[in-house]
């Protein structure tokens, strides 16, 4: 242990002996850390003024200051010099090879399901549709119940629930109830909205079925809307997003909150090698199911089904970008991989 003026000479004069031999910058920092660390040789020194002899603690104190700075400046001097050179010399050797390609920025990019939504709110906007964003976290009296099916009714089978901890509370099985929400903020108003956003289904999960996935919910609600505004908006829909030659049919179907419900379906191009396997061989695809509002729906949304009616229709943009893509596992959609993500 260092304690006397003695000490400190020999501790100065092999620190600076070592100092002299360091041949490169890292050298430098480890010698620093040896001396001057925590826990380094002349913290040590520094901190032994207390267990000095009183007679001669003034005189060790004083000198282990004056070391403890000629140390300082000489580490300071020697790492300023050494860094100096090895810029010069880089400076001198180093030559920038200017042919050596670039690297190029990653820049990042919107999800091809963010891509698809956005075309369909262009399109829909066109239509003087606005878009409505609805809680994914709903009560079963709005998923279910306000959409016509009290509890136990056969048709809540359609759709495999997730049910939270808290009665009552699931995460919604379709972008439906915001229907409800969005009748109950606008009534009495006309409403014209789209409802995107993300559904969950208790599914087993292949190619075909995810877990969560999502939707695009559409509703018109006002005086004298009919069927054949419906028809009118799936059929221009259908050809922005498919092409101008497209041709819709219609086909009856059962959903407990419209009456009459249909589904509707889009010829495909005859052109597209992939038509026959898209299509099972019939040239025709199913897009959504659709309807006119269920007069019951219309008045748990505030209206009065004898002086406005509605239509509404739900799809799923996934299967529009699987169609549109030729992709053929709905699994890729959540699966983060780059391989798949950055081809869109
Ligand atoms: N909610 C239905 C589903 O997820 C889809 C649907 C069908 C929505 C008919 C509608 C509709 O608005 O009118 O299976």
Redesign the pocket.
């Known amino acids: 242990m260092t304690t006397t003026v003695t000490d400190l000479a020999a501790l100065e004069s092999r620190a600076a002996g070592e100092l002299a031999a360091c041949a490169d910058e890292p050298a430098l920092r480890a010698w620093n850390t040896r001396y001057f660390g925590k826990t380094g040789e002349m913290a040590a020194a520094l901190k032994a003024v207390g267990s000095v002899e009183p007679a001669q603690r003034k005189a060790y104190g004083q000198e282990a200051n004056r070391v403890k700075e000629a140390l300082t400046a000489a580490y300071d001097a020697a790492l300023a010099a050494r860094q100096e050179a090895d810029l010069l010399k880089s400076l001198a050797e180093d030559k920038l090879d200017v042919t050596l390609p670039g690297r190029s920025p990653q820049p990042g990019r919107l999800h091809l399901v963010t891509q698809t939504l956005r075309e369909i709110y262009a399109i829909f906007a066109d239509l003087g549709f606005q878009v409505f964003r609805s809680r994914e976290v709903e009560s079963d009296e709005l998923n279910f119940g306000q959409?016509n099916m009290p509890p136990h009714h056969p048709a809540r089978d359609?759709?495999d629930t997730f049910h939270t901890t808290t009665p009552g509370v699931l995460l919604r099985?379709?972008?439906?109830p915001g229907?409800i929400h969005v009748m109950r903020q606008a009534c009495p108003d006309p409403v014209r909205a789209i409802l995107p956003g993300m559904?969950y289904r208790f599914e087993q999960i292949t190619t075909r079925s995810e877990m969560q996935f999502v939707?695009v919910?559409?509703?018109a609600v006002g005086p004298g809307i009919t069927m054949t505004d419906l028809k009118g908006t799936i059929q221009a829909f259908a050809r922005r997003l498919f092409g101008q030659e497209r041709q819709i049919r219609i086909r009856s179907?059962y959903?407990p909150?419209?009456e009459p419900?249909?589904?509707v379906d889009v010829d495909w191009p005859a052109d597209d090698p992939n038509r026959d396997r898209l299509t099972k061989g019939t040239g025709w695809l199913e897009i959504?199911?659709?309807?006119m509002?269920h007069p019951t729906v219309l008045r748990n949304g505030g209206y009065d089904p004898a002086k406005v009616s509605g239509?509404?229709?739900?799809?799923g943009p996934q299967r529009i970008a699987m169609l549109r893509h030729a992709i053929d596992d709905i699994r890729l959609f959540w699966g983060n991989d780059l391989r798949f993500l950055s081809q869109f």
């Open positions: 959409l359609m759709w099985t379709h972008t439906s229907q559904c939707q919910e559409g509703l179907s959903f909150f419209t419900s249909i589904e959504m199911g659709a309807g509002v239509f509404a229709f739900g799809m």
